[in-house]
């Protein structure tokens, strides 16, 4: 029993890296078609993709995203993540420290991720189940010091939890808290969805609240549907895990939730598209369309699982993919991104015109 949540965290690692857990639904990012520019009348070389998050300067608009920490497997992980984003200069979201608030001792594990990337921006993480249950703040204050943490991300997940045979499905005072330690505390909130994406009203809700940070997590990659569908299964919880399939495409599709979360944002706020991302192209498609940077969660994990090596050149190839992007557009700088001409099809387009462009 007290070394459940060490063996949850390891499942999730190897259940991402060995099965299908992708949603089969798009994000419908591939709705969203870009008009080429055959005169860019721009040199390759000088396309710059570096930009300004979290008060540092950071070379691409790349976020490695929250997927572990804690356990043996999990830190091994996170070394390889952590020394790769401090060598190609993106930030790093780190997995859930949960486990760091039930086992102090872990948090030297949580701490050598700022020892091997000791100038990025570092992204802490928590569950909302979690921050409800909190009397005070102080055990936030311990895991945001324990990796000299940057920001610190609460991650929303009621589909995970609903299907997760030992999930928390107390949602009740989330708003509450969430507005109660924004106001506590002295580095950015990241507010965070797991792959099933945030409506405007969601997202309108937390900017209301002066949320400034949205990471939209849509759907159309990772599903945690999929992920506790196949733990119910080897548990052989029958009913979880029909509803695990009965929700394997639940969810805002990464593209619909980022235009609905720009339709209600401020200037200042800023959205973190995520959700399937998967290449370059991509990344340029959700800046185009209202995010400010992209992060990407699954498909570095089964990468840093087999070597560094395979990290970097994935990083590098997103680079190259998104300046080349870029040069097709004729787009010098990540900012200029949002002056991209696009035109949108169907089944997004249908979406956005009954839920965004006409409100019926
Ligand atoms: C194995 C695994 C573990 C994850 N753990 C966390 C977590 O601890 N905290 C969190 O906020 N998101 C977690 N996520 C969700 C991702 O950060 C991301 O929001 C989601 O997977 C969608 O992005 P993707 O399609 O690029 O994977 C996890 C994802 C995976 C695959």
């Given amino acids: 029993m007290e070394k459940d949540i060490f063996q949850r965290k390891d499942d999730h690692i190897k259940i991402s890296i060995n099965e299908n857990i992708n949603s089969r639904n798009t994000t419908w990012l591939e709705c969203v078609r870009i008009v080429h520019n055959s005169l860019p009348e721009i040199n390759l070389k000088d396309i710059d ?87 005070n703040f102080n055990p936030i204050d311990k895991i945001i010091h324990s990796i000299e943490a940057d920001a610190i991300a609460i991650h929303l997940n009621p589909l995970q939890e609903i299907i997760q045979p030992e999930g928390e499905t107390n949602f009740l005072n989330a708003k509450k808290k969430i507005s109660q330690l924004n106001d506590y505390l002295k580095i950015p909130l990241i507010i965070k969805e797991t792959g099933a994406g945030f409506s405007k009203n969601v997202s309108s809700n937390l900017i209301n609240m002066d949320i400034k ?115 097709l557009i004729g787009c010098n700088k990540i900012k200029d991104l949002k002056k991209t001409e696009y035109v949108i099809l169907p089944p997004l387009s249908i979406w956005l015109e009954k839920r965004v462009h006409k409100q019926r």
Avoid: C
Wanted: proline letters at 3%; glycine letters at 8%; hydrophobic letters at 45%.
């Fill in 49 to 135: 993709i570096s930009m300004e998050f979290l008060g540092k300067l950071i070379k691409a608009p790349i976020i490695i995203g929250s997927l572990t920490g804690g356990t043996k497997l999990g830190s091994e992980i996170n070394k390889k993540l952590a020394e790769a984003a401090e060598k190609f200069q993106i930030p790093l979201m780190v997995g859930s420290q949960r486990i760091q608030l039930e086992y102090p001792d872990i948090s030297k594990n949580f701490a050598s991720i700022r020892k091997s990337a000791p100038s990025i921006p570092i992204i802490a993480n928590l569950g909302i189940s979690q921050l409800i249950q909190m009397e």
């Fill in 213 to 327: 940070y949205l990471d939209v997590s849509g759907l159309g990659g990772t599903s945690f549907a999929a992920v506790e569908y196949s733990r119910a299964k080897k548990q052989n919880n029958h009913l979880k895990s029909i509803i695990g399939n009965t929700f394997l495409d639940w969810g805002i599709p990464t593209a619909a939730s980022i235009i609905e979360t720009r339709s209600v944002a401020k200037d200042s706020t800023i959205i973190i598209g995520s959700g399937g991302i998967r290449n370059g192209l991509e990344i340029v498609k959700s800046i185009a369309i209202g995010a400010d940077i992209s992060a990407i969660a699954q498909p570095f994990l089964k990468r840093a699982f087999n070597n560094s090596k395979e990290v970097e050149s994935f990083i590098e190839t997103l680079i190259f993919e998104l300046k080349s992007s870029m040069f």
